[in-house]
């Protein structure tokens, strides 16, 4: 993983723990159980980091209920 890379995903972890009200090594922890961290968030950053940061919350919060980390 890249430094761009590296600071996206800490941004997203970040921002996620904002959003959700949950804290970062839990935010960390479902997306690294659900594979959301490695199959989706890094491999698709050349996307994900276009995207303004309140379609990125909403997408990665839909794919977590998607893969039920998160209640629906």
């Known amino acids: 993983m890249d430094k761009n890379t590296l600071e996206f995903v800490t941004y997203c972890i970040s921002k996620l723990s904002q959003t959700l009200k949950l804290s970062q ?5 479902r997306l690294y159980k659900s594979g959301i961290l ?3 968030i890094v491999p698709s950053y050349d996307v994900l980091h276009t ?13 977590m209920k998607e893969k039920g980390v998160l209640a629906k």
């Open 38 to 40: 490695y199959d989706y």
């Open 25 to 29: 090594k839990e935010v960390y922890t």
């Open 51 to 63: 995207f303004s940061s309140r379609y990125l919350m909403e997408d990665l919060i839909d794919y």
